[in-house]
């Protein structure tokens, strides 16, 4: 089974930027559609932005139009570039298929984006 390894997180200032990178143990090519999901602190954790192998790609409302999401499959790999990064964006940001059953051991570590000022 695949496993994902989130990095690039940190901490950065009210609307600056931030690339995320998801690596995969293994080959994603046959994963129809990818997703970057977030937790914030006492919140559920909800997707945010989606890619599928076309590279057609749908984000969530509070992310449209700062958030790009992108895959390169043959590095195994999915990206998310943030940009007028928010305050309210700050949560632990996780990578996985979208569409299928994901359970507790399906989550990784995750990696920390922290917003402030």
């Known amino acids: 089974q695949v496993q994902f390894v989130e990095s690039g997180g940190g901490l950065v200032q009210p609307g600056e930027s931030l690339k995320l990178f998801c690596a995969a143990s293994?080959?994603?090519?046959?994963?129809?559609?990818m997703g970057w999901y977030r937790q914030a602190p006492g919140k559920q954790r909800e997707l945010v932005a989606v890619?599928?192998?076309?590279?057609?790609?749908n984000y969530a409302d509070s992310v449209k139009g700062r958030f790009t999401i992108s895959r390169d499959n043959g590095k195994n790999t999915v990206y998310l570039q943030m940009n007028s990064l928010k305050p309210e964006d700050t949560a632990v940001y996780y990578c996985?298929?979208?569409?299928?059953?994901?359970?507790?051991?399906?989550w990784g570590q995750g990696t920390q984006v922290t917003v402030s000022s």
């Open positions: 293994g080959s994603i090519f046959s994963i129809y559609a």
């Open positions: 996985n298929p979208v569409g299928r059953t994901l359970n507790k051991g399906d």
């Open positions: 890619v599928r192998n076309s590279g057609s790609a």
